[in-house]
Antibody, heavy 121, light 111 residues
């Protein structure tokens, strides 16, 4: 069974930056894709970004393209999200989730507990 | 983007009875490889989402057989038989056939 643990969420001012991390244990990290999903307070689930197992292929929601960068270090079993130019509407719980495929999302079969990002002055 | 529409928004249920949730996609979810990447997730209050069903009808590890999925193409259903108190929460359908992956708006199941 795969376990995922996010960290890095914080209160940040508009225009600021944060780096989220997601440490994975169990399974072979490089053999599956990883995804960030966010959930604004009281709202539904919103896909943010995905990265394939090799780390070469990355995908972003239009709302974060050019501001967020997803990456992974397969030697450290860790997923990252560099978040720049943060805006109030980026406020959400950010979940990392494991994809069931290497070159595709397919389904999100394991989820972390989430880390809260609050963008406010 | 593929739009996922769930109905109903809320589903009051009686313990021991059944509940059904519908999910409709704006385009066919059949991938070029023949698979249909439609999954169902459960989010209990204060918890992260949890995968229940993948590829329309396959129960994920540890998911009780009270949960079943069906459908094809653009119309899908999650059925919860013999609802228990622990089933309270919000249920989401999700498609990953085409980027970007998209979620339904959620259905709240309450006793």
């Amino acid at each position: 069974e795969v376990q995922l643990l996010e960290s890095g969420g914080d209160l940040v001012q508009p225009g600021g930056s944060l780096r989220l991390s997601c440490a994975a244990s169990g399974g072979t990290f490089s053999s599956y894709s990883m995804t960030w999903v966010r959930q604004a307070p009281g709202k539904g689930l919103d896909w943010v970004s995905s990265i394939y197992g090799s780390g070469v292929n990355t995908y972003y929601a239009d709302s974060v393209k050019g501001r967020f960068t997803i990456s992974r270090d397969n030697s450290k079993n860790t997923l990252y999200m560099q978040m720049n130019s943060l805006r109030a509407d980026d406020t959400a719980i950010y979940y990392c989730a494991k994809g069931s495929c290497n070159n595709g999302v397919c389904s999100l079969d394991y989820w972390g507990q989430g880390t809260l990002v609050t963008v406010s002055s | 983007d593929i739009v996922m529409t769930q109905t109903p928004l809320s589903s009051p249920v009686t313990l021991g009875q059944s509940a059904s949730i519908s999910c409709r996609s704006s385009q066919s979810l059949v991938h070029s490889n023949g698979n249909t990447y439609l999954s169902w997730l459960q989010q209990r209050p204060g918890q992260p989402p949890r995968l229940l069903i993948y590829k329309i009808s396959n129960r994920f590890s540890g998911v009780p057989d009270r949960f079943s999925g069906s459908g094809a193409g653009t119309d899908f259903t999650l059925k919860i038989s013999r609802v228990e108190a622990e089933d309270v929460g919000i249920y989401y359908c999700m498609q990953a056939t085409q980027f970007p992956p998209t979620f339904g708006g959620g259905t709240k199941v309450e006793i």
